[in-house]
């Protein structure tokens, strides 16, 4: 063998070797420096016991700092299998102290698979103290939190509940639970190869941390209110459901939002899947419907801006629609839905046409503004599209895409058909037509804070845009004023008080064909008409007998006016 292969082959040794050596050297440094903390982890949790240390749950509060979700203590019991002396007694004590079947526990205790057990969670405290004073060695447990609601139902959809492991499921519970959840801690006892409490043996301890806590918009006492005002409304007239939004209209915080049926938070339905997700689902946001008459503030606002912008296209305020009681586009007639004055359709101006609820006068406003202008309008207001709420869930609605746009359909937006919104939607809309044209981000949280207020998060009032001119929202509020004085909207008249509101029914579909028999009552109204401080959006979804929104929702509005007024001492309009 040559000098060369010689050196070749003891360099190529070399090589392997020192290749070798860095893979040992790296892998060394990776157990020591990278997987130390892991590793560390590992092998506390062989010679430790930890012991749960459940965090309180945030609190949520009204607006006044009423208590609307908060804990109760609970515990849950926990066991390692290894660490059981006898599993035949310690599942028959159990079994009789919790009231769990002893087939489920002796299975549990004899599981070697798993190091630890869940035996129950979440317990009543008088069922765990009938643990105490029994010897069963690797049973132990822990202190718990249960969910509780002072008010039951009230607000049910509004603040949602949580699973059985504490974590937000539904509403502001879910949409919040960042916030509210806090986080675990424990407690690390020193314990034997089979998980047994060494004796003697220190423990660390560390704390949990509690959850922060909301303060809600939302004020239980008017909540209550119009949850009795609907429910007497859901029962007089046997609807299907029914609904109402009270708003801030000066900043879109949600005052209070019904939807009934309800259910109890602290009974939650879950073995009935079905019945829970209808019960649950907060409708106001979620589903849509034909908004009908009310969509009219929106086509009268956009008119009046029109109008004192100069645009030639539009109608002015002291125009006069003719007395004719249908129009007929492309094809398609559009009747008026009554007769005004002795059995005889009218010539009238626009704030007589918003009295009478004349579609046909609805129909030329939108047709002389145009697809473009009126789009540019409906876009202001934010239809088809989410509010941006604080909620999940949310739907965008219903709006034809502008460039699909054919006259007839037009003509019927302009009224309330061929476009379907939220309730939401359409109180937020209202709200910026009267509150001299703002359009903010609605709310339902006004702050997130802990306890001793070292953390405060102000949820603040965000623009989202303007809709029409101070000018233009005033004279549409003297005109919506007329509707509940002298108009369609008379039953949510207050004597004293300046209310303006309008009135909508809406013909429901199924299967793209009228129901016949089945309506949409509903009502916008607010008050001070001068001043708006309130607005209420009442939807009764399919009263029998009677169903005009002017005879079915607006009186559930001045009920709940009356309520505000009474509430909040309110006095009456001085002329």
């Not at 132990?140 to 504490?166: E, H, K, V, W």
Request: with cysteine; charged share 25%; glycine share 8%.
């Amino acid at each position: 063998m040559s000098l060369s292969v010689l050196r070749k082959r003891l360099f190529a040794v070399l090589l392997a070797i020192t290749f070798l050596f860095c893979l040992f050297l790296s892998r060394f440094f990776y157990i020591q420096v990278v997987w130390d903390d892991e590793l560390r982890y590992r092998a506390i949790g062989q010679w430790t016991r930890e012991i749960p240390v459940i965090a309180e749950r945030g609190k949520i509060f009204d607006r006044n700092g009423e208590l609307l979700a908060g804990n109760v203590t609970g515990y849950s019991v926990y066991a390692r299998a290894a660490a059981v002396e006898d599993a035949e007694g310690t599942a028959q004590a159990l079994s009789g102290a919790l009231g769990l079947t002893y087939a489920e526990l002796y299975e549990k205790l004899t599981d070697r698979t798993r190091s630890e057990v869940t035996v129950i969670k979440q317990a009543e405290k008088e069922r765990v103290l009938a643990l105490e004073g029994l010897d069963l060695p690797g049973v132990y447990y822990a202190r718990d939190n249960l969910r509780f609601y002072p008010y039951g139902a009230l607000g049910c959809q509004i603040l949602g509940f949580t699973s059985a492991d504490r974590t937000g499921t539904t509403g502001l519970e879910g949409y919040y639970d960042r916030f509210l959840r806090g986080k675990d801690g424990e407690i690390a006892e020193s314990a034997d190869l089979v998980g047994a409490e060494i004796e003697g043996a220190a423990a660390a301890y560390l704390p949990a941390e509690k959850g922060l806590s909301l303060t809600l918009t939302v004020d239980a006492r008017l909540q209550a209110l119009c949850e009795e005002a609907m429910g007497r409304a859901l029962a007089e007239h046997q609807a299907k459901s029914a609904q109402c939004i009270l708003l801030d209209p000066d900043t879109f915080e949600v005052l209070a939002m019904v939807c009934l049926p309800s259910y109890d938070l602290n009974e939650v339905p879950r073995d009935d899947l079905s019945a829970l997700n209808a019960l649950s689902r907060n409708r106001t946001l979620s589903d849509v419907f034909e908004p009908g008459s009310t969509f009219k503030i929106v086509t009268a606002a956009a008119d009046i801006e029109e109008s004192l912008r100069g645009n030639p296209q539009a109608l002015s305020v002291t125009h006069i629609f003719p007395s004719s009681r249908t129009r007929t586009v492309d094809g398609t007639t559009i009747r008026c839905w009554s007769d005004h004055k002795n059995g005889k359709h009218s010539n009238q101006t626009l704030a007589e046409a918003l009295n009478n609820s004349c579609n046909p006068c609805f129909v030329d406003i939108a047709l002389s503004l145009g697809e473009e202008t009126f789009y540019d309008y409906l876009e202001a207001f934010r239809f088809g599209r989410a509010t941006g709420i604080d909620f999940s869930g949310e739907s965008i609605g219903m709006l034809l895409p502008e460039g699909t746009v054919r006259d007839c359909d037009l003509a019927r937006i302009g009224f309330g058909q061929t476009i379907a919104v939220t309730a939401l939607q359409l109180a937020c809309a209202s709200a910026a037509a009267v509150n001299g044209g703002y359009y903010y981000v609605p709310r339902l949280v006004k702050e997130i804070a802990s306890d001793d207020g070292s953390v405060r998060i102000p949820v603040e009032r965000a623009l989202a845009g303007r809709t029409v001119s101070e000018e233009a929202s005033s004279i549409l509020c003297r005109m919506l004023e007329g509707v509940v004085r002298d108009g369609s909207g008379k039953n949510a008249y207050i004597e004293g008080y300046r209310v303006g509101g309008k009135t909508g029914t809406a013909q429901k579909y199924e299967d793209g064909h009228i129901a016949q028999g089945k309506y949409v009552s509903s009502f916008v109204g607010f008050f001070p008409a001068d001043d708006p401080q309130y607005l209420a959006l009442v939807i009764v979804d399919e009263p029998q007998g009677q169903y005009y929104g002017s005879t079915v929702a607006a009186p559930c509005a001045k009920e709940i006016f009356e309520g505000i007024i009474s509430l909040r001492k309110i006095a009456p309009y001085e002329s």
